[in-house]
């Protein structure tokens, strides 16, 4: 998502790259200029494995009656101030979703769908 046409340059303008899998980033193969991934989204200054972050984004945005940090601290297995964080990073992308740009939005909201109704222990009649 952050270069949909392919990794190019923003300081020279490049498209050929090294990737340093020791510290996650993209080198330009023209001037040396180092990109990391999150550089410059919202969560730039993350300490999260990306799996602890990918799950904490899924367990927010799919509670049905919200998420506490408390509950994610727990759930993640992280420190609470980090889900804290991570709590409040949510939200201000939830503030960034424009719902009147139905299919253009790169963020789309999700709910869940019961049907049917309680069940009771009575037998049912033959009617």
Known sequence: MKWPTGFYCEKCGCTHYYF?????????AKCG???YLFA???FQ???LPLFKLILGLYLFFSANKGCSAMELASELD????TTLKLCRKCRVLMTLSNSEKILDSMFYESDTIYIGAKTSNKPRNGN
């Open 40 to 42: 410059g989204t919202i």
């Open 45 to 47: 200054d993350n300490k």
């Open 78 to 81: 992280v420190n609470y101030k």
């Open 20 to 28: 340093n899998e020791k510290r996650t980033l993209f080198e330009c």
């Open 33 to 35: 200029h180092q990109h």
